[in-house]
């Protein structure tokens, strides 16, 4: 049974930084390809990126390039969101996906 849960959320000010953790258990996050996705209010759930898993390439929605990275960490078994000059429209609830599995969420709010 795969569990994922995320942390690292907060409030935070325009153009500051965050970084999500979504820790993986059950399942090595080396052997699949990870994504985070988010969902902000009255809204659909919206991917942001995702690593693969054969050759860690890294690929984002265009709205999030050059301000987030996302890695792994296999020894940890987590998935990181370097999440970078911050806008309030990133505000959401942080959601790590992997194996048809979904976290819990963190909440991210940008203040302007």
């Known amino acids: 049974q795969v569990q994922l849960v995320e942390s690292g959320g907060g409030l935070v000010q325009a153009g500051g930084s965050l970084r999500l953790s979504c820790a993986a258990s059950?399942?090595?996050?080396?052997?699949?390809?990870m994504k985070w996705y988010r969902q902000a209010p009255g809204k659909e759930r919206e991917f942001v990126a995702g690593?693969?898993?054969?050759?860690?390439?890294?690929y984002y929605t265009n709205s999030v390039k050059g301000r987030f990275t996302i890695s792994r960490d296999g020894a940890k078994n987590t998935v990181y969101l370097q999440m970078n000059s911050l806008k309030p429209e990133d505000t959401a609830i942080y959601y790590c996906?992997?194996?048809?599995?979904w976290g819990q969420g963190t909440q991210v709010t940008v203040s302007s």
């Open positions: 059950g399942r090595s996050v080396t052997s699949y390809d």
């Open positions: 996906n992997g194996w048809g599995s």
């Open positions: 690593i693969r898993w054969k050759d860690n390439f890294a």
